[in-house]
Structure formats: C-alpha cells, structure tokens
C-alpha cells in the first residue's frame, strides 16, 4: 500500500511540473485535453499535439523521463521536448493509439 502511494504522490509531482511548462507556453491551437510536444534529435524538430491519455502509459512516460534527464523542466523550444527521432516516437504513439 505504500509503495503504491508513494508511485501515486510521484506521478502527481511529475503531472505538475508538466502542467506548469505546458501552461507557462500555451499554443493556442491545441485542444482541450492535448497537449503539443516537439520530436527530433536534430535541431528542426517537428510538432505533434497528442492526447493528454498518454500520460497515463509506462512508455510514454519512459520518452518524459528521457526528456527530464536531458533538459530538465527548461524546454529551448518554448514546450515539451522529446529526446528521440521521429520512428521512435511513431512507434509509441501508434501502440498507444491501438490501447485507447
């Protein structure tokens, strides 16, 4: 039970911290319950907007870990930035798109 909520606690902290850079830098063509998210490892990344769901899945939240490591909650582009390619972030989104 403890673990358990410890698990809970840490993903509303986590939650938070994204909500705050997510509304810090709204993009007014998002919609509700999306958020948009920058893909690439060069420097033209590419945006995507993707359901807020995804935030709910283990390997969604393995692409945000990677993106905590690497930028920390300071994003360049102005939002969330994953640290993957493009095939990378297909894959994911394309399972988790068959699951909802």
Do not use: W
Request: net charge positive; aromatic share 10%; glycine share 8%.
């Amino acid at each position: 039970m403890g673990i358990r909520l410890l698990s809970m606690i840490s993903g509303v902290k986590q939650f938070h911290k994204l909500h705050s850079v997510l509304t810090r830098n709204q993009i007014p063509d998002v919609p509700k319950g999306h958020f948009a998210v920058y893909v690439g490892e060069t420097e033209k990344k590419k945006r995507y907007v993707v359901p807020i769901a995804y935030l709910n899945h283990t390997s969604f939240q393995e692409l945000l870990l990677k993106a905590e490591e690497e930028f920390g909650f300071q994003h360049s582009m102005g939002g969330l930035t994953l640290p993957c390619n493009e095939d990378a972030f297909f894959h994911v989104t394309s399972r988790l798109n068959n699951s909802l």
